[in-house]
């Protein structure tokens, strides 16, 4: 069964304090990774798709990288407005075409 | 440019009471339209997608339905709410998953 798990279920981090989000996938063909950012109480926003292995994305602070099994999100010197929760989605080359699977989210705190 | 608008922000119902949540895309014409449920500390589940009019995939058994009568406009409906039904409800659209959803800003129902 196509599965997506993230890590950690939460995280606080200082201002400044570089550190990754993991996403883990378990699918039996990656058509895509997805990332998005959710504010509380919004619709989760479009951050990046990773294609294929070794990809990187970046934008201001996050980088997202992808191997066969997992991806990271590195957030480099975050700042409290980088708070929000993190989603990680896959689309399955064995699942319809229009299926996303999303992951439960890891749930960022910066403090400044 | 491309905007999506769904309504109520939040929503209170007996159980029992019927249900009608809308969504409409504005800027562009057909779009693969979803709607997907979140579950506090869980991921999103897809609860319906459709690629054109009158054309709706169900991903999961339950008492709600879609329909999408205009080629914008995607609606959720039950006609009987179960304490269950509770979640936030978000509706999205998209050309092909690979480039992203744009999410809608959600709809908070709490059934009681």
């Known amino acids: 069964e196509d599965q997506v798990t993230q890590s950690p279920e939460a995280l606080r981090l200082q201002e400044g304090e570089s550190s990754s989000l993991n996403c883990s996938y378990t699918?039996?063909?990656?058509?895509?990774l997805f990332w998005y950012r959710q504010d509380p109480g919004k619709g989760p926003e479009f951050l990046f798709t990773?294609?294929?292995a070794g990809e990187e994305k970046e934008k201001e602070r996050l980088k997202a990288t992808l191997t066969k099994k997992e991806s990271f999100l590195h957030i480099t010197a975050p700042k409290p407005e980088d708070s929000a929760t993190y989603l990680c989605?896959?689309?399955?080359?064995?699942?319809?075409?229009?299926?996303?699977?999303f992951g439960p989210g890891t749930s960022l705190s910066v403090i400044p | 440019s491309q905007t999506i608008h769904q309504w109520p922000a939040t929503l209170v119902q007996p159980v029992g009471s019927p249900l009608s949540l809308e969504c409409t895309v504005e800027?562009?014409?057909?779009?693969?339209l979803y709607w997907y449920r979140q579950a506090a500390g869980r991921g999103l589940q897809l609860l319906f997608y459709?690629?054109?009019?009158?054309?709706i995939s169900s991903e999961v058994p339950q008492n709600l339905s879609a329909s999408r009568p205009q080629d914008r406009q995607f609606i959720l409906s039950s006609k009987k709410l179960l304490l269950s039904d509770s979640g936030f409800y978000l509706c999205?659209?998209?050309?092909?998953?690979?480039?992203?959803?744009?999410f809608g800003s959600g709809t908070r129902l709490t059934v009681v």
């Open positions: 999205a659209w998209t050309f092909t998953p690979r480039v992203g959803y744009t």
């Open positions: 699918v039996s063909g990656l058509r895509g």
């Open positions: 990773l294609y294929s």
């Open positions: 989605a896959v689309q399955a080359v064995s699942t319809s075409y229009d299926k996303v699977i």
């Open positions: 800027g562009t014409s057909n779009p693969n």
């Open positions: 459709s690629v054109g009019i009158g054309q």
